[in-house]
């Protein structure tokens, strides 16, 4: 899992009950985002047919954070969509965190490509106004990576089989303050690990190939 380093402070910062806009681009893009499709079309392949991206939060340090502690809380069925930016929602009583690790995830269509899947680790901050602490919502799982429990179908996330819904995931958070505290679900509607070989960068464009 790229991404998350000691050596940066570069942070993405998300908001409770807003949205967030993920550049998803081919690595010829990489400082042109705005421009990314005439760079992408001739690795339209990249795309592999789409599958289904998500985001993952972990309140561990990026010192001791691991692949057991990501919980996803919001999932785009419609990812990778034609190298554009594509929108996270984020869930109103996601907790507040100064200095958290995330992940975006992407596991391809298996009419795309080969068994793998993309994950992308980055450092993020939360502003919102619950302070509890984050104690149920869907784990992040893995497929097609080494030493893992490998889910054995595609799609993992637009598919009725995972439980995970498209937008915000819901969220059960335990004491502190705000929205969604005391253990009470969220019902807001408002790491690159490849087998294959990959290329992705965060907290800015994830990139395909």
Known sequence: MHGARKDTNV???????RSVSIPVICGEAIG??????????????ALHRGGGCALSISYKSAATVTSND???????????????????????????????????????????SAD????????CRVESSTT??????????YFAVPGSRNPGFRPRYNNPRTGVKNG?????????GGAGTTTTTNTNT??????????????NPRTLR
């Open 11 to 17: 942070q993405l910062t998300l908001t409770a009950g």
């Open 32 to 45: 042109s985002e705005n421009n990314a499709l005439p760079r992408c079309s001739s690795d339209m392949n």
């Open 70 to 112: 990501f919980t996803m809380f919001s999932v785009n069925y419609d990812c990778p969509n034609n190298f554009s930016p594509v929108n996270f929602q984020i869930p109103a009583n996601l907790p507040a965190c100064a200095d958290c690790v995330c992940a975006w995830t992407w596991v391809p269509s298996e009419q795309g």
């Open 116 to 123: 793998e899947m993309y994950m992308n680790g980055f450092n």
């Open 132 to 141: 509890g602490t984050l104690v149920g919502g869907p784990r992040l799982t």
């Open 168 to 176: 915000p995931q819901d969220l059960q958070v335990s004491g502190g």
């Open 190 to 203: 408002n790491t690159n690990t490849n087998t294959n070989g990959g290329n992705t960068r965060a907290p």
